[in-house]
């Protein structure tokens, strides 16, 4: 048997972080068994349903790299495929017309909570209902009253349903418009979805989904219902805890696959194994590993994750993404060496966005000095150290970070004074703070002429003479 799994994320907001990890496990699951994965929009909440939110979601989904066989497809693309469904289960007699007014609903649930009961739909119109002038009726399912379903839950286990608890659903609103449940049981059928991977919310809807399928003669799939993501709190995941959307990752400068592992190790280890490639998740996943346990999101690490993948990754692999957040930051990055700055300072970043926050400096020279920097280092005893530096830098021949590291070991040494003495007052000069990767890697990065060029407007600051406004200074 070929495992087919699906994604069916509504497009009535954002793709957030609890449906990527569901996109994550279900993708997993079908990669690993060399099966099948589709995406499908259920878009049938026609009033909350955007096009803005169909975009976001097929956006995060490339962005991460979630890869869909089949699809997308969309629901209200095959409402004539719905209706030819219910058109048989009228037909025998799995589904019937019910032409109840909501007044009598209102009305009858009323009763039923003064009773103390569930408040459900009675079935008054189950066997037979006489049409009546100006209403259009809509459709209920006709649900085995007897027995229970049992739901073989890969996470939570078995998990039992009695059929007298469950409710003759709606299936066709009165507009014409099959509802979710329905469809949804239509789709994975049609679709032969083989493992139905979603978030453990859709629980109750199973049991229903199930007997739709087993009176339109089709077989269940097997479940697995994942654990809620909570937020750092411990209370449900919401807006106040960070992203709405998935894409708001990428612009503060995830890594998707950092991304994804954390995401993977939110409910599924490997022993203590912390960070994956998606190739090692490929290989390792199953979702009878993943823990019935709610997880709280911990933004802590993820930024450390991340991290790490960046640490794990070459500059040239991390160039490119480099360069879309310099361009966020309204920085064209030019013919820089990305990959250059990239090993530089990923060390110092856990975002990519830190990261070219804190290599503007190469693109343009600082506007200003950061005050408690300059007092230090940019002081008039700064002149000797930062003149004999310049001196030392323009006569080296090849300018590469090993010959910068030996002039200024020179400087240090005929100085008397340590490398880190020569080293700050050069860093301020060219970044404008006390901060940079190491002097002789971020003045070769940087490039000759701009770094000649910054040591001559620290030497007026230092002289108090710092009166011309900064030249471009552009790292080349």
């Known amino acids: 048997m070929t495992v087919r799994t699906r994604f069916a994320p509504s497009p ?52 991460l790299g979630l890869d869909w066989d089949e ?12 209706r030819e469904v219910i058109a048989q289960l009228l037909s025998a007699g799995h589904a019937y017309h019910c032409y109840c007014s909501k007044e009598e609903l209102d009305e009858m649930r009323a009763a039923q909570v ?49 059929n007298a608890e469950l409710d003759d659903l709606i299936i066709l609103r009165s507009d014409g418009n099959p509802t979710y449940n329905f469809c949804v049981a239509v789709d994975d059928w049609d679709m032969r979805i083989t493992h139905v991977i979603r978030g453990d919310d859709h629980i109750n809807n199973t049991p229903r989904q199930i007997n739709m399928l087993r009176a339109m003669g089709g077989q269940e799939p097997t479940y697995a219902h994942l654990p809620m993501i909570l937020g750092p709190d411990g209370t449900k995941l919401s807006k106040r805890h960070g992203a709405v959307s998935v894409l708001q990752y990428r612009d503060e400068g995830f890594l998707p696959v950092a991304l994804l592992n954390y995401l993977g190790r939110l409910g599924w280890s490997h022993g203590d194994q912390e960070i994956f490639s998606l190739a090692e998740m490929i290989q390792l996943f199953d979702i009878v590993d993943v823990n019935k346990s ?15 993948h960046m640490m794990r990754m070459s500059g040239r692999e991390l160039a490119a993404p480099l360069a879309e957040q310099l361009v966020r930051l309204g920085i064209d990055p030019g013919s820089a060496d990305l990959a250059a700055i990239a090993e530089a300072q990923r060390e110092r970043s856990k975002t990519l966005r830190e990261m070219a926050d804190a290599s503007q400096f190469f693109f343009r020279a600082p506007a200003a000095y950061e005050p408690k920097a300059a007092a230090k280092h940019l002081g008039a005893d700064s002149r000797p150290v930062l003149e004999a530096a310049k001196a030392a830098l323009s006569g080296i021949g090849d300018w590469s970070a090993p010959a910068i590291h030996a002039a200024l070991t020179r400087v240090s040494e005929s100085a008397a004074l340590s490398l880190g003495k020569v080293a700050q007052p050069l860093r301020v000069a060219v970044a404008g703070s006390a901060v940079s990767p190491p002097i002789d890697q971020t003045l070769a990065i940087l490039g000759r002429v701009a770094t000649l060029e910054r040591i001559d407007r620290a030497l007026a600051h230092a002289s108090g003479s710092d009166s011309a406004a900064p030249g471009p200074g552009a790292a080349r």
Not at 30 to 38: I, S
Not at 71 to 82: H, I, L, W
């Open 12 to 63: 009535t907001g954002m793709l957030h972080i609890g449906g990527v990890r569901t996109a994550l496990f279900s993708w997993l699951y079908a990669r690993h068994h060399g099966g099948v994965f589709l995406l499908r929009i259920e878009d049938t909440d026609r009033e909350r349903s955007t096009d803005e939110a169909v975009a976001a979601i097929l956006d995060g989904m490339k962005w």
């Open 114 to 162: 003064a009773r103390k009961e569930k408040p459900r739909y009675d079935g008054r119109c189950r066997h037979g209902a006489s049409p009546r002038p100006g209403v259009v009726p809509v459709v209920r399912f006709a649900n085995p009253v007897d027995g229970r379903v049992l739901v073989k839950d890969v996470v939570h286990g078995p998990i039992v349903f009695e």
């Open 294 to 308: 709610a997880s709280a999101l911990n933004p802590d690490k993820i930024a450390w994750t991340n991290q790490q």
């Open 71 to 82: 699809g997308p497809f969309y629901q209200t693309q095959r409402y004539d495929r719905y």
